[in-house]
């Protein structure tokens, strides 16, 4: 059974800086990538970034680019989503997913709140 935990999502003012986390644990996979979707009230659940296990590539929605980083800790199965210069339209859920690339299954966390103040 796949777990995925995020933590570190709050409220922040316009401007602002947050950083989540999101820890997999219960299986080890060969490869896989885990990256970030969000979904706003009333919007589809959208891409926000995501990393490859090597963490040599990433790869970001356009609205996003230049303002959060993603990176990985293979030894503690945990990917990072460093938001900075936060808009209010940032505001949403946001998930955390690992995809086993063998298998193309996807696990999802349970999702960690993101608000932003203008």
């Known amino acids: 059974q796949v777990q995925l935990v995020e933590s570190g999502g709050g409220l922040v003012q316009a401007g602002g800086s947050l950083r989540l986390s999101c820890a997999a644990s219960?299986?080890?996979?060969?490869?896989?990538?885990m990256g970030w979707h969000r979904q706003a009230p009333g919007k589809e659940r959208e891409f926000v970034a995501v990393?490859?296990?090597?963490?040599?590539?990433?790869y970001y929605a356009d609205s996003v680019k230049g303002r959060f980083t993603i990176s990985g800790d293979n030894a503690r199965n945990t990917v990072y989503l460093q938001m900075n210069s936060l808009k209010p339209e940032d505001t949403a859920v946001y998930y955390c997913?690992?995809?086993?690339?063998?298998?193309?299954?996807?696990?999802w966390g349970q999702g960690t709140q993101v608000t932003v103040s203008s």
């Open positions: 997913k690992i995809r086993d690339t063998g298998s193309a299954t996807d696990y």
């Open positions: 219960g299986r080890t996979f060969s490869n896989y990538i």
């Open positions: 990393i490859t296990r090597s963490g040599s590539n990433t």
